[in-house]
Nanobody, 121 residues
Framework: QVQLVESGGGLVQAGGSLRLSCAAS????????MDWYRRAPGKQRELVAS???????NYLDCVKGRFTIFRDNAKNTMYLLMNSLKPEDTARYYC???????????????WGQGTQVTVSS
């Protein structure tokens, strides 16, 4: 019933920008923390950025100052603004969210299917 759908990936040159979106839909009562992960072939999955329901953020060290995570709670949507992209940012980016479906529900963890970001040098 609940799903997360990422969009906004693509191919960009080094130094360029992309904005990723993650839209949650379905039966949603509340959304807690939301996160962006990424995984490049042959590399371990990384937590890129996270944002709490109250707006507190954390970032992977190598993206600090370049990426910005934010959310629009009214739209159940989270974004990742990626500036000054580097080839090493190339990866598939995944949305993760803690979602409660009723007032009585504990949060469950949901994942999107990802969106590809490729940065050329």
């Amino acid at each position: 019933q609940v799903q997360l759908v990422e969009s906004g990936g693509g191919l960009v040159q080094a130094g360029g920008s992309l904005r990723l979106s993650c839209a949650a839909s379905g039966r949603i009562f509340s959304i807690g923390a939301m996160d962006w992960y990424r995984r490049a072939p042959g590399k371990q999955r990384e937590l890129v950025a996270s944002i709490t329901s109250g707006g507190s953020t954390n970032y992977l060290d190598c993206v600090k100052g370049r990426f910005t995570i934010f959310r629009d709670n009214a739209k159940n949507t989270m974004y990742l603004l990626m500036n000054s992209l580097k080839p090493e940012d190339t990866a598939r980016y995944y949305c993760n969210a803690d979602i409660g479906t009723t007032i009585w529900s504990a949060y469950n963890d949901y994942w999107g299917q990802g969106t590809q970001v490729t940065v050329s040098s």
